[in-house]
Structures are given as C-alpha cells and as structure tokens.
C-alpha cells in the first residue's frame, strides 16, 4: 500500500470525534450549484460531504483510506443520507469519464490533478478548492497543514492553476467574518470557478 495513505489510516484509526464541516461550505452556499451530482475529492471522514448530501447533492466522496471511508459510512447511515464512496488512488487517470455539477477539494493537493478536475466539470460546473499556503508557514507560529510547503499553494496560484474558469470567488490568507464585517487571517486560499459552457 502507498505509504502516504497507511499513514492516514493510521490517523483515521485513533478514535476522534466525528469532525464539523468546513464552515466555508455554508458561509460561501450561495456560490455553489443548486444541486446535482458533486464530488468531494480527498474526502478523509467526509464531513463535507456530509454536509452536501444534506443540501441535497448527490455525493461521490473520494479517497484512498478505506479506514476513513468506513467510518464515513457508519456515520451516513447513522445520518440516513446517501453516499457513494470511492476507495481508490487519486490519480490522472482514475477520473475518466466522471462528470460533475460541483467537484470540492479541501486540504488536499496535486497540481498534476488540475487539467483533470476541469475536465470532470459539467458545463456551468463549479470547483470549491481550499487548501493551505506557503504564506502562512512565514506567517504563522504554529502553522496547520503539511509542513512540506511543495504541498501548500504559492500566491494566486490558485488563480493560475484554475485560469480556464470564470473565478467567481478568490480569497487568500484572508476571510471575511461569519457576519462579513471583517477579515481574519486564515492559513488557506479559497478558489470557488465556473465552467462556461463551450
Ligand atoms: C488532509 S486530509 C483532508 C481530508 C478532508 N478533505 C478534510 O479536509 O478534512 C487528506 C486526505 O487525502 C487522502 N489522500 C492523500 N493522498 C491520496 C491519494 N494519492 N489518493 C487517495 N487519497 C489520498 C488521505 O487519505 C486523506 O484522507
């Protein structure tokens, strides 16, 4: 097995409790589709998708931890919401001809998997990235996320990385307050685009 996922089945298999979803998810709803199919790629215990199952989309969630996948199933059922979870490596070309109205990525990156992700987009398909930046390993004492800032975004480049979208929301090392009156800084960039339809 990949090193990298025995090590998250190793994380996944000490007992937590069940994680809140990313509170970007409701504060930035409005930005996504209304409904549809929707990926949550690098899911982990899959609160996300969770969280959009309950929306209303239908969840493929993604990830090569067959130990996280499970507990994301126990916890489903517990729920009564409908999931299909996906055990297998993120790679190129294990997307093929996946199509999606929203593909949703959080603390999870491989910029070889971008051309890839914009393809799985439907026509007026949106992508809601987050992950962490190198800023803030400068930035901040005790930073989140990997240490390795190969796996953490450079400025905009998020931007660059998703440039056939339409960006319809950027924010970086910044976030607007649950109320929106002010900005507190945070460790991510957040890239939610648009496919236009071709
Ligand atoms: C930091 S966790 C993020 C989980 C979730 N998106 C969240 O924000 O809570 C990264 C996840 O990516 C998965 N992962 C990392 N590399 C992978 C790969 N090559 N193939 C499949 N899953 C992978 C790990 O199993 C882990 O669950």
């Known amino acids: 097995m990949d090193p990298t996922i025995e090590r998250w089945n190793e994380t996944y298999r000490d007992p937590a409790p069940f994680p809140e979803p990313n509170p970007h998810l409701a504060q930035f709803r409005s930005f996504l589709p209304s409904g549809g199919t929707a990926l949550d790629l690098a899911c982990g215990r899959g609160a996300d998708a969770l969280y959009l199952a ?3 989309f239908q969840v493929t969630a993604w990830d090569g931890s067959e130990v996280a996948l499970t507990l994301l199933k126990e916890e489903a059922n517990r729920r009564a919401l409908s999931i299909t979870t996906l055990c297998a490596p993120i790679t190129v ?3 093929k001809d996946h ?3 929203l593909i949703y990525v959080h603390r999870f990156l491989d910029r070889a998997l971008f051309p890839v992700i914009l393809e799985a987009l439907k026509p007026q398909g949106r992508l809601f990235y987050e992950t962490f930046t ?3 390993l400068e930035t901040t004492t005790a930073p989140q996320g990997p240490k390795n800032p ?3 975004l450079e400025a905009n480049e998020l931007v660059r990385l998703c440039a056939p979208l339409h960006i319809r ?3 970086d090392g910044l976030m607007p307050s649950r109320d929106a009156k002010t900005f507190i800084p945070t460790s991510k ?4 685009g648009e ?3 071709r």
């Open 169 to 171: 929301l950027f924010i």
């Open 150 to 152: 190969s796996y953490r």
């Open 134 to 136: 190198t800023e803030s």
């Open 93 to 95: 070309d294990a997307f």
């Open 54 to 56: 309950d929306c209303g």
């Open 99 to 101: 199509r999606f109205d």
């Open 195 to 197: 496919k236009r339809s």
């Open 189 to 192: 960039s957040l890239l939610i």
